[in-house]
């Protein structure tokens, strides 16, 4: 069975590098929500529960994760990278609310084909695409 541990684990073994137990903790903490999160907030997380690990080690560590395709930077916002796990998730794309933080995940077919065929016009063969719409989520809009 493919878990999380065995793909991040054999990751880096390609760079010479082991699984540790900060890096375990750091993948698990990743894992523990289904939320999207910035390094500031999975320290905090990592910190409450009773673990120390140095921002230095989470930053030493989200790009390997990202590079094993657990991870992936969902979107920048004031000088702050979110991310999200993918690793057992569909594609999806994200709504951001620029007032509140609010993140709204959707993903629409007439979307997905219209940039396949943008792709198949121009001949080139995509390997990932992100789409992040920044503006205002209905609440923040009825309460101006």
């Known amino acids: 069975m493919i878990t999380k541990e065995s793909i991040f684990e054999s990751h880096l073994k ?12 750091i993948l698990e903490e990743v894992f523990a929500s289904h939320e999207h999160f910035d390094i500031e907030e999975l320290f905090a997380n990592l910190r409450n529960k009773g673990k120390r690990i140095s921002r230095a080690t989470i930053y030493r560590t989200l790009p390997l994760l990202v590079e094993s395709n657990l991870i992936k930077e969902a979107f920048r916002y004031q000088d702050k990278v979110s991310y999200e796990h993918i690793f057992g998730h569909g594609h999806h794309d994200h709504l951001l609310c620029i007032k509140c933080g609010r993140i709204i995940e959707f993903m629409d077919e007439k979307i997905e084909e219209l940039q396949e065929a943008v792709c198949k016009k121009y001949g080139f063969k995509p390997t990932e695409h992100r789409l992040g719409i920044k503006g205002y989520c209905k609440k923040c809009i009825s309460h101006e």
């Open 14 to 25: 390609t760079k010479g590098l082991k699984l540790t137990p900060q890096r375990k903790a």
